[in-house]
């Protein structure tokens, strides 16, 4: 079991939901990515998704798309994303799933991005346009290098395909509230709660809800069903207002205790 397994698995002997954050790896740049990422330790994440930046993304709404852009700019590539990595192990054991794309990956070596992702620390990966059918490859090298592979899933997913997610996820099982791109919202659907009843009532893997999370309501409203809430854009957001300025932490951290605390009414 990685730190991810074990994070949930602590969560729910507490009766908290986990809070999943999420950030661009390189925005503003990779030696400020680490000071955020320690942060949101500080603040109560529970565990921290690193996106490595892609010119190319199909998930990724505008908050997204522009810090990609913006560490992108920065020169912010795969090394540069694990040196990242090795950076937070030497300080923190927050659980670490890198995100990203398929195409990044297998310019790299697929086999070789999954034996030094899991050597500089991450536990788990999302690559974003791999589906279950055409995961054998990227499975069995993340397999071998003790990786868990988190899937997505949409309201749109057939009962076959949740079922081969439930089987093929480690981790988690990220669960989508909504089609379309990321991007913070103001209420939650019904498909979500749904979509995460369903893939419940086939594992017992933790599930968690992403896209359109933006505040403690929302986290509040998603732990009541799911075993966590994953927030993104709003995060990004904070992180491009008061890039540059010595409130930039202080920001990330009060956004982001404030978020936990809606976790803590599971």
Same mark, same amino acid.
């Given at each position: 079991?990685?730190?991810?397994?074990?994070?949930?698995?602590?969560?729910?002997?507490?009766?908290?939901?986990?809070?999943?954050?999420?950030?661009?790896?390189?925005?503003?740049?990779?030696?400020?990515?680490?000071?955020?990422?320690?942060?949101?330790?500080?603040?109560?994440?529970?565990?921290?998704?690193?996106?490595?930046?892609?010119?190319?993304?199909?998930?990724?709404?505008?908050?997204?798309?522009?810090?990609?852009?913006?560490?992108?700019?920065?020169?912010?590539?795969?090394?540069?994303?694990?040196?990242?990595?090795?950076?937070?192990?030497?300080?923190?054991?927050?659980?670490?799933?890198?995100?990203?794309?398929?195409?990044? #990956?297998?310019?790299?070596?697929?086999? =070789?991005?999954?034996?030094?992702?899991?050597?500089?620390? !991450? *536990? $788990?990966? /999302? %690559?974003?346009?791999?589906?279950?059918?055409?995961?054998?490859?990227?499975?069995?090298?993340?397999?071998?290098?003790?990786?868990?592979?988190?899937?997505?899933?949409?309201?749109?997913?057939?009962?076959?395909?949740?079922?081969?997610?439930?089987?093929?996820?480690?981790?988690?099982?990220?669960?989508?509230?909504?089609?379309?791109?990321?991007?913070?919202?103001?209420?939650?659907?019904?498909?979500?709660?749904?979509?995460?009843?369903?893939?419940?009532?086939?594992?017992?893997?933790?599930?968690? #809800?992403?896209?359109?999370?933006?505040? =403690?309501?929302?986290?509040?409203?998603?732990?009541?069903? !799911? *075993? $966590?809430? /994953? %927030?993104?854009?709003?995060?990004?957001?904070?992180?491009?207002?008061?890039?540059?300025?010595?409130?930039?932490?202080?920001?990330?951290?009060?956004?982001?205790?404030?978020?936990?605390?809606?976790?803590?009414?599971?």
């Amino acid at each position: 079991m990685t730190r991810i397994g074990r994070r949930f698995s602590e969560l729910k002997k507490l009766g908290e939901g986990g809070l999943v954050t999420f950030i661009t790896a390189g925005d503003p740049n990779i030696e400020t990515t680490l000071k955020i990422i320690l942060e949101l330790d500080k603040a109560g994440a529970d565990v921290v998704e690193i996106g490595i930046p892609f010119s190319d993304p199909i998930a990724d709404g505008p908050s997204i798309q522009a810090a990609s852009m913006r560490a992108l700019a920065q020169g912010t590539n795969i090394p540069a994303v694990l040196g990242l990595v090795q950076g937070v192990r030497r300080e923190s054991q927050i659980p670490i799933v890198l995100m990203t794309y398929y195409n990044p #990956v297998f310019h790299y070596g697929t086999e =070789r991005f999954a034996q030094d992702a899991a050597r500089a620390g !991450a *536990d $788990g990966v /999302i %690559v974003t346009d791999i589906i279950p059918e055409e995961a054998a490859v990227w499975k069995k090298a993340a397999d071998d290098a003790e990786l868990d592979t988190i899937f997505l899933l949409a309201p749109t997913s057939r009962e076959d395909r949740i079922e081969k997610v439930a089987n093929l996820a480690s981790g988690f099982i990220y669960c989508i509230s909504r089609t379309g791109i990321t991007g913070a919202g103001t209420e939650m659907s019904l498909d979500a709660r749904k979509l995460a009843e369903a893939v419940k009532g086939r594992t017992d893997k933790p599930v968690a #809800v992403g896209f359109g999370i933006s505040n =403690r309501k929302h986290v509040q409203d998603v732990c009541s069903y !799911a *075993d $966590g809430a /994953i %927030v993104g854009s709003v995060l990004v957001d904070t992180i491009a207002r008061y890039s540059g300025t010595k409130e930039l932490l202080e920001n990330v951290h009060k956004l982001v205790k404030s978020l936990k605390s809606g976790t803590l009414d599971k």
